[in-house]
């Protein structure tokens, strides 16, 4: 039962990632975009994060991939807010 689940969540994880993909192509400018692909990565990633750990057997290799999980979201935090700092500052520069 604990694999079906694991399973299950690996796949909306893609799921996650696939809408999040798709809404980089499509959405019309970089704010959306960036928020788009900011949430459904983070989700995407927890889902897969989270279905891993279910079907990991050891303790230390899920508490490293829960961290690397923690680490990532932070890192796309701060990636977004900077890319999108820099984006209104050449916007405002340009008027």
Known sequence: MIDLVAILLIFVGLFFF???SIG?????DLFTRLHALAKADNVGLACVAVGVVLL???LLASLKILL???LIMAASSVSSHLIAR???RREQADD
């Open 18 to 20: 696939l809408s999040g």
């Open 24 to 28: 980089l192509l499509r959405l019309p």
């Open 56 to 58: 990991e057997a050891s």
């Open 68 to 70: 690397i999980w923690l």
């Open 86 to 88: 820099d984006a209104l």
